[in-house]
Structures are given as structure tokens and as C-alpha cells.
């Protein structure tokens, strides 16, 4: 099936979709076919019969044969964005915002991801910092230096942190913004913000994967 599609996208597109977010839809077309009919006809005939002349005409069903053109709709399988996405120049799928991201970018549809400071449904409020609401009269109960957003007052954790309030350091092996990184540490494990490795005793270097040299060991190879 996904040959069929492929080798469709390459008959069709100039280009095929790539990425996620692309769905495979039946399109309906028309094609042109050359048929060969029989259309019936009448002949007139004549026969002999009691009658002054004594011929009589008849008639009597032929066929001739015709060609024509008849039209069949077919379907087949084509690529297009699915709901919610457009096609891009560079032939990927991404998402579509009905109002412009003012201070954001579009992550999904109808749905900006806001700059710093920024807030609202379309990032375009903004309050001083540690301040949301309508009137910027609110206080934003968030830690670690984390802000608020300035439209509903949900925190944007700092690098590092996550949890409603941003009151909590990212799960063991995990570090960063949004807690979105994994820890690359073979033997050790990783500071919860910038990601540096502490390596274990008995381990030394930037990922924690070498041994003591000969004559150290222990914590930090001493």
C-alpha cells in the first residue's frame, strides 16, 4: 500500500509531502475510454404479397457498429496535509493559525507558542514581569525566577523546572527547558538545568564514559 501511494505521489505531485501530519485521501477523476457499440437501425425490405403491385415493403432491425468515447470515474490515493495544516515550500506539513502568532510561533492549529513576557490566544499581551491579568494586577506565584503568562497567569517554567508552579527540578535524566532533554551521561547523571554531567566514582570526561586514569580513582578520579 505505501508503494502504491508513493509511486501515486510521484505520478501526480511534483513533489511528495514529508513528515508527520500528512494524510493519505481516495480522489475521484474521469478518464476517457474508447467503446464499441452495436446501434440497432431499420432496413426497409420488400416481399411479395397479394397487392396491386403485388410487392409489399417491410422492415426489419439492423446493427451498425459505432465507436464512442465513455467516461469512468476512478479513484486513487493521493497525499495531502491533514485538517488544520498547510503544504509549505519546503514540502512539509505545518500547522495553521486562523490569527496571526503577533509575538509567537503557530506549533499547532490555532494554537501560538508565546515569547517571553508574551501571552493571549494570539501573544499579543503582555505585562511587566511578574505581573498577568487584564489590568496587569495579578501576581504570578511561579519559582525559580520562572514567569507567568500575562493572558491567564500559567507559569513558564525556567529551564531546569517544571510542576504547576514551577516548584519542581526536572525528573532524574532529564534536564533543560520544558524538561525536554535527556541526559547523555553513560556512568553519572545530569544537572538539571544546564545538563553537565557529575559523573560517578571511577568515571572521568564530558559524558562520564572514561575510566580513572591509571594511579586515580574514587570521586572525580583523585
Known sequence: YIRVVLLTCLMYSATCLEGPHVCTIQQT?????PVIEHEPYQVRDYTWCVNIPPRC????VSFKVVRKNQTLEKTRPVEECC????????????????DDCVHGTCVAPD???CQKGFGGPT????????LWGVACDKQCECEHNSTCDP???????APGYTGAKCEKQCDQNYYGQD????????NGTCHHVSGQCHCNP?????????????????????
Open 151 to 157: 493572558y491567564n497567569g500559567k507559569c513558564q517554567c
Open 29 to 33: 477523476y474521469t478518464v476517457q475510454v
Open 179 to 186: 524538561c525536554s532533554e535527556k541526559c547523555k551521561c553513560v
Open 83 to 98: 485538517e488544520g495544516y498547510t503544504r509549505s515550500t519546503r514540502d512539509r506539513c505545518i500547522p495553521v493559525c486562523s
Open 202 to 222: 571511577g568515571y572521568t570526561g564530558p559524558l562520564c564514559d572514561k575510566s580513572c586514569p591509571k594511579g586515580t580513582h574514587g570521586d572525580e578520579c583523585r
Open 123 to 130: 501573544c499579543s499581551i503582555s505585562c511587566s514581569s511578574g
Open 111 to 113: 494554537v501560538c507558542k
Open 57 to 60: 415493403s417491410r422492415y426489419k
